[in-house]
């Protein structure tokens, strides 16, 4: 017997634990050793029951993903589970951490199912761009109905033993002893005759609440098809025999396993665990940090203190007096009491957490900490003499970081004595709830400090990007030449609902014009004055945004921005229609209509086109770096991969022929000489990193 499947004995119930960390994934050669203990221990006479677990840190996470792509081999895990669940001897399973995807259907083939207090099930596929293909899509619903199971299977959600229990997905929740409270249920079943799921109708749907899930998914699907096909696989087990659905199901699995959509999301997935793994760093010793100082306690200061104060961190907020700080304390209370409003969190967490908030107006108190942070106003010389201030206030080892999102890191360095331990720690907004945090490697920048802030950005279950210093780093910087290209195509012709709804096409949450209005103009309108001086005469630039934040058009703070709004309802203002066509007539270019694809093209070329500057000049060391940037920071859909894997999936030549039709009309208008070649570039890199 292989040893990532070992069988114990508890007098006549056999324990069948899959053994093959780090996740346990089910592995063929995890199939092959689980479907030979499942059989040794039906032919063995002193084995009256099984139980099935799984050692380490969780039951399983699933079907092994580094499989996925490769023709499948034998056996494969439906024909297991369909083995499991054939046993004339009773099996039960036992779930601990994470029972996720082929981990939950071993469970839905087993014939009971108990879980720990704090396990987690769910059949996450969808995520990957796929679906159960190991019964799931067909056990599940008999078990727990149609609408409960297609909630599960569509969303990817993970339910706890709780939820698990109420819902009729586990039997039992262990009080103590997972292994020993197993091996009592199996005990208690030897002799019965055992359900098999497989062989049971699924529970008529009440039709309003079934059809309230479908239009659920439907809405919330925003272009994936995996969820779509969910749908039609759940409702299959509604009127379809077992083994037929299960044939579709396994059809499906393998369809949506080959399309771009599961390729773009399981490109996510490793890069989401390939960026904090950096070898130049393998040297480097993260420092073991546990209490933290945030200078300033404004929107960021209070969120990023919130994303700390939630990882365990202690937090020394400092603001400038006690009015400010006063008002700071209240923001970080009112994001627990949104919490907790929404049942995401008890009270005595919250006390928990504040209680670790120590909040003050004397910088001194910052000595006690390990890293200060500063989210001070986006001013230069403010920012400046507060690192002046914090070398004179602090241990010459504190690490300090900024926040800023646009200003030069290597002049703060400057005026912070021993440079090498300041590096950029750019959150994003919300800060307690956005995933992605930029780590900012100034050119002085000590890999330990880089390496502390992965560290820390890994504590506080957020994605990090290292990034060099550049304008606006990785995310603003391809932004500011996303935006760019949307304010060119106003003066050539486009409104600003075409452009949103043609991105809102391309799987965004939201238009760039709709996100401005909620962001407000006056965040863009201050850039575009702090850029003015050093904008050069050739460079083009349309002033749309001054002339509608000088009318009072900042956005939804104001009613009117780009749009109108009324009650928070978003509709078009022919007022801006007018302001937008006049600007057009008058700066001499072409008029043209533009369709959805030539929208979303010209947007995506841009972005791609900056990428690869950003690899070529190193900012970026990996072009997946980038993806994860604008799929954890801009919107940009999951399924598609990010704009560098697009680019390289969808073909380079689609999005520039387009990119190239527009920059013959345009003149300047579309770099695409150096696009072309900055992608002849990037290409190479991702030739080179393949190679690696
Ligand atoms: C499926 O099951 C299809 C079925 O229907 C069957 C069809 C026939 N395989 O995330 P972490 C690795 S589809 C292989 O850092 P955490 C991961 O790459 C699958 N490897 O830890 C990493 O490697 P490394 C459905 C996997 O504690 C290491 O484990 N299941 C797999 O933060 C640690 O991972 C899913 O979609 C895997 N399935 O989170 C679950 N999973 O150390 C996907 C992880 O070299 N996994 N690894 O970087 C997860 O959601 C999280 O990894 C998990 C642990 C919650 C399990």
Same mark, same amino acid.
């Given at each position: 017997m292989s040893e990532v499947v070992r069988i114990s004995r508890e007098g006549e119930v056999a324990i069948v634990e899959i053994d093959n960390p780090p996740v346990n994934a089910t592995s063929q050669a995890v199939r092959r050793a689980l479907l030979d203990a499942v059989q040794r221990a039906q032919s063995e006479s002193e084995t009256r029951a099984i139980v099935i677990a799984g050692a380490g840190r969780t039951f +399983?996470?699933?079907?092994? &993903?580094?499989?996925?792509?490769?023709?499948?081999?034998?056996?494969?895990l439906p024909d297991v589970i369909n083995r499991i669940e054939e046993s004339g001897k009773p099996i039960v399973v036992a779930w601990h951490g994470t029972a996720l995807g082929g981990g939950c259907e071993i469970g839905l083939g087993a014939h009971k199912r108990i879980i720990t207090k704090d396990g987690l099930i769910g059949l996450p596929e969808v995520k990957l761009g796929l679906l159960p293909g190991a019964g799931g899509t067909q056990r599940l619903p008999r078990l727990?109905?149609?609408?409960?199971?297609?909630?599960?299977?569509?969303?990817?959600? !993970? /339910?706890?033993?709780?939820?698990?229990?109420? &819902?009729?997905?586990?039997?039992?929740?262990? *009080?103590?002893?997972?292994?020993?409270?197993?091996?009592?249920?199996?005990?208690?079943?030897?002799?019965?005759?055992?359900?098999?799921?497989?062989?049971?109708? +699924?529970?008529?749907?009440?039709?309003?609440?079934?059809?309230?899930m479908v239009d659920r998914v439907n809405r919330e699907a925003k272009g994936r098809i995996a969820p779509l096909r969910a749908i039609e696989l759940v409702s299959q087990s509604l009127t379809l025999a077992f083994g037929v659905a299960q044939a579709n199901e396994r059809r499906a699995f393998f369809e949506l396993m080959s399309s771009d959509q599961s390729?773009?999301?399981?490109?996510?997935?490793?890069?989401?665990?390939?960026?904090?793994?950096?070898?130049e760093l393998s040297s480097a010793r993260p420092r073991d940090i546990s209490h933290i100082g945030i200078i300033g306690a404004g929107t960021m200061g209070s969120g990023i203190a919130v994303a700390f104060l939630d990882a365990g961190f202690r937090v020394t907020l400092v603001e400038a007096d006690e009015s400010a700080l006063q008002a700071g304390v209240e923001r970080v209370s009112g994001l627990y009491q949104r919490s907790i409003r929404s049942g995401r969190m008890d009270d005595?967490?919250?006390?928990?957490? $504040?209680?670790?908030?120590?909040?003050? +107006?004397?910088?001194?108190?910052?000595?006690?900490?390990?890293?200060? &942070?500063?989210?001070?106003?986006?001013?230069?010389?403010?920012?400046?003499? =507060? !690192?002046?201030?914090?070398?004179? =206030?602090?241990?010459?080892?504190? =690490?300090?970081?900024?926040? +800023?999102?646009?200003?030069? $890191? *290597?002049? !703060?360095?400057d005026a912070l004595p021993g440079p090498e331990r300041?590096?950029?720690?750019?959150?994003? %907004?919300?800060?307690?709830?956005?995933?992605?945090?930029? /780590?900012? @490697?100034? @050119?002085?920048? %000590?890999?330990?400090?880089?390496?502390?802030g992965l560290a820390i950005a890994r504590k506080l279950k957020k994605i990090a990007v290292v990034t060099g210093v550049c304008e606006g780093f990785i995310g603003n910087r391809i932004l500011a030449k996303f935006r760019a290209q949307c304010e060119f195509m106003l003066e050539e012709g486009a409104l600003p609902r075409e452009i949103d709804i043609a991105m809102e096409g391309f799987g965004l949450a939201m238009g760039p014009f709709a996100v401005q209005d909620l962001a407000g103009l006056d965040i863009a309108y201050a850039r575009r004055k702090r850029l003015a001086a050093t904008r050069?005469?050739?460079?083009?630039?349309?002033?749309? /945004?001054? @002339?509608? /934040?000088?009318?009072? @058009?900042?956005?939804?703070k104001a009613g009117r921005?780009?749009? $109108?709004?009324?009650?928070g309802k978003r509709s078009a203002d022919p007022a801006v229609d007018a302001i937008i066509r006049m600007h057009a007539a008058g700066s001499g270019r072409p008029q043209r209509n533009f369709n959805a694809a030539d929208i979303q093209n010209r947007i995506v070329a841009a972005m791609v086109n900056e990428g690869a500057k950003i690899l070529g000049e190193g900012i970026a060391a990996r072009a997946f770096e980038i993806d994860l940037v604008l799929v954890h920071g801009y919107g940009f859909p999951a399924w598609r991969g990010g704009p560098m894997h697009y680019a390289d999936?969808?073909?380079?030549?689609?999005?520039?022929?387009?990119?190239k039709t527009a920059a013959m009309r345009d003149g300047k208008g579309f770099e695409v000489a150096p696009l072309l070649e900055d992608l002849a570039q990037s290409q190479r890199r991702f030739a080179d990193l393949d190679a690696n």
């Open positions: +399983t996470a699933g079907g092994d &993903i580094s499989e996925f792509g490769k023709p499948p081999r034998e056996p494969h727990i109905g149609p609408v409960a199971a297609l909630d599960l299977i569509a969303t990817g959600r !993970m /339910v706890g033993a709780e939820e698990a229990l109420r &819902i009729g997905l586990v039997d039992a929740i262990a *009080e103590t002893d997972l292994r020993r409270e197993a091996v009592a249920l199996a005990r208690s079943l030897i002799g019965q005759m055992q359900p098999r799921l497989s062989l049971q109708a +699924t529970p008529a749907a009440e039709p309003e609440a079934w059809q309230a390729l773009a999301l399981r490109h996510i997935f490793s890069a989401e665990r390939e960026t904090g793994k950096r070898p005595a967490t919250r006390v928990a957490r $504040l209680a670790l908030l120590n909040p003050t +107006t004397e910088m001194a108190k910052l000595a006690e900490t390990g890293l200060v &942070i500063e989210a001070v106003f986006e001013d230069m010389a403010i920012k400046l003499e =507060l !690192m002046k201030q914090l070398g004179r =206030l602090l241990p010459a080892s504190t =690490l300090v970081a900024s926040n +800023t999102s646009y200003l030069d $890191l *290597e002049q !703060m360095a300041f590096l950029g720690l750019h959150f994003f %907004s919300p800060a307690h709830v956005m995933k992605l945090v930029e /780590v900012v @490697r100034a @050119r002085r920048t %000590s890999p330990e400090a880089v390496a502390t050069t005469p050739d460079e083009r630039d349309v002033p749309l /945004v001054d @002339r509608l /934040v000088e009318e009072g @058009r900042l956005g939804q921005g780009w749009y $109108l709004y009324d009650n999936r969808v073909g380079l030549k689609n999005i520039l022929s387009i990119a």
